[in-house]
T-cell receptor, first 112, second 114 residues
Framework: SQKIEQNSEALNIQEGKTATLTCNYT??????LQWYRQDPGRGPVFLLL?????KEKRKERLKVTFDTTLKQSLFHITASQPADSATYLC???????????FGSGTRLLVRP | DSGVTQTPKHLITATGQRVTLRCSPR?????VYWYQQSLDQGLQFLIQ???????AKGNILERFSAQQFPDLHSELNLSSLELGDSALYFC?????????????FGSGTRLTVV
């Protein structure tokens, strides 16, 4: 069956450290993958898109990698800050249609 | 403000009733997507419209329907409401039919069915 898996356990790290979140998918061959941030009770906010022919993408303190062989994307936040505390969602197009399917998200807590 | 406007922000209604949720996409975006988010299910795709036409459908219940109007705003109609329909309903928009540039989400409508 098709699945998108993100660690359901919260990631708790110290301010200043690098947070690494994982997104694994099964039985999909997405042309791209996206990452979103969601704060409690708010809509998700788009962060980064990485295409299947890109190994890595960066935006300020964010870095995303995409390994189509491992069927995995890693999302890194360097020099993390308490304001980075949120739930991070990965999303991908499951087929040639235009919808996005979202993982259940990983909650990140950055301690001051 | 993301540019995507959803109304109302909160809705409390009784089982068996019908409600309409409204979404105005960001200026220039032609695609509108509806998602349902409940605590145990995460973000579930319901339906997508592009420039007035239905483009993709998820596991949307037959009790639910949607449309996109000529001015590009969209409405999600939920009828014969059940307790399990209580959730956050999000609308998102994007500049093209695909999602190559990411979605812009609204702040959601919190529906409580009592």
């Amino acid at each position: 069956s098709q699945k998108i898996e993100q660690n359901s356990e919260a990631l708790n790290i110290q301010e200043g450290k690098t947070a690494t979140l994982t997104c694994n998918y099964t039985n999909y061959s997405p042309a791209y993958l996206q990452w979103y941030r969601q704060d409690p009770g708010r809509g998700p906010v788009f962060l980064l898109l990485i295409r299947e022919n890109e190994k890595e993408k960066r935006k300020e303190r964010l870095k995303v990698t995409f390994d189509t062989t491992l069927k995995q994307s890693l999302f890194h936040i360097t020099a993390s800050q308490p304001a980075d505390s949120a739930t991070y969602l990965c999303a991908l197009p499951p087929d040639s249609s235009y919808k996005l399917i979202f993982g259940s998200g990983t909650r990140l807590l950055v301690r001051p | 403000d993301s540019g995507v406007t959803q109304t109302p922000k909160h809705l409390i209604t009784a089982t068996g009733q019908r409600v309409t949720l409204r979404c105005s996409p960001r200026s220039g975006d032609l695609s509108v997507y509806w998602y349902q988010q409940s605590l145990d299910q995460g973000l579930q795709f319901l339906i997508q419209y592009y420039n007035g036409e239905e483009r993709a459908k998820g596991n949307i219940l037959e009790r639910f329907s949607a449309q996109q109007f000529p001015d590009l705003h969209s409405e999600l109609n939920l009828s014969s409401l059940e307790l399990g329909d209580s959730a956050l309903y999000f609308c998102a928009s994007s500049v093209e039919a695909g999602a190559n540039y990411g979605y812009t989400f609204g702040s959601g409508t919190r529906l409580t069915v009592v």
